[in-house]
């Protein structure tokens, strides 16, 4: 098991493009996370996965934002017509949980840096 | 409301003990953590504490929980060059559905000097 990755690692992009990111949890961790971290803060919440539902989303998670799992497995986050200020290190994570038990720990990947150009 | 406020840096010399501390206001929190970041790098979880503990030392890791006070804090015995990054103190609230959300702090940025 190699852990959580994220592709691309690295994204440039014209302002008012398309993005896809995709993002390979553990396997078998049936809880996916999306979090934006913007240079010089920490990680912000936005939306999370149990298996294929999508369960919660932050008002951070403006309209151009949808986000996808749709076989509970990977998962997709794009960004439609981007902004300069969706700049950001787009980081995924992914946590186990069985039954009512939860494993607290939560695995980060390597996240994908997007500049918006 | 969620906030989690760490001091933004920290040096110390290397063999050295260094202490990060991290206040939070979400006292329903069950577990708080600790993430270090690497330049360019997602964040590798360090440890964590349930809320009803006051103490979980692993290796060169000690963390100190002040319930009353709302105060953690990281402490790393004999700092190597290897442990200068970012330090994030995360406090955690429940989701729908008994997901897990981190409510992450500005981070402390820790450099070890020679």
């Known amino acids: 098991d190699t852990g959580v990755s994220q592709d691309p690692r690295h994204k440039i992009t014209k302002r008012g493009q398309n993005v896809t990111f995709r993002c390979d949890p553990i396997?078998?961790?049936?809880?996916l996370y999306w979090y934006r971290q913007t240079l010089g803060q920490g990680p912000e919440f936005l939306t999370y996965?149990?298996?294929?539902?999508?369960?919660?989303k932050s008002r951070l998670l403006s309209d151009r934002f949808s986000a996808e799992r749709p076989k509970g497995s990977f998962s997709t986050l794009e960004i439609q017509r981007t902004e300069q200020g969706d700049s950001a290190m787009y980081l995924c994570?992914?946590?186990?949980?069985?039954?009512?038990?939860?494993?607290?720990?939560?695995?980060f990947g390597q996240g994908t840096r997007l500049t918006v150009v | 409301g969620e906030d989690v406020e760490q001091s933004l840096f920290l040096s110390v010399r290397e063999g050295d003990s260094s202490v990060i501390n991290c206040t939070y206001t979400d006292s329903s929190s069950t577990y708080l953590y600790w993430y270090k970041q690497e330049p360019g790098a997602g964040l590798q979880l360090l440890t964590y504490?349930?809320?009803?503990?006051d103490m979980k030392q692993d290796q060169r890791l000690t963390v100190l929980l002040n319930k009353k006070d709302k105060h953690l804090s990281l402490r790393i015995a004999d700092t190597q060059t290897g442990d200068s990054a970012i330090y994030f103190c995360a406090e955690s609230g429940r989701l729908t559905g008994g997901g897990n959300k981190l409510t992450f702090g500005t981070g402390t940025q820790l450099k070890v000097e020679l």
């Open positions: 994570a992914s946590s186990l949980a069985i039954g009512q038990r939860q494993i607290v720990e939560a695995f």
């Open positions: 504490i349930f809320s009803n503990m």
């Open positions: 396997s078998e961790h049936n809880r």
């Open positions: 996965f149990q298996n294929e539902a999508q369960l919660e």
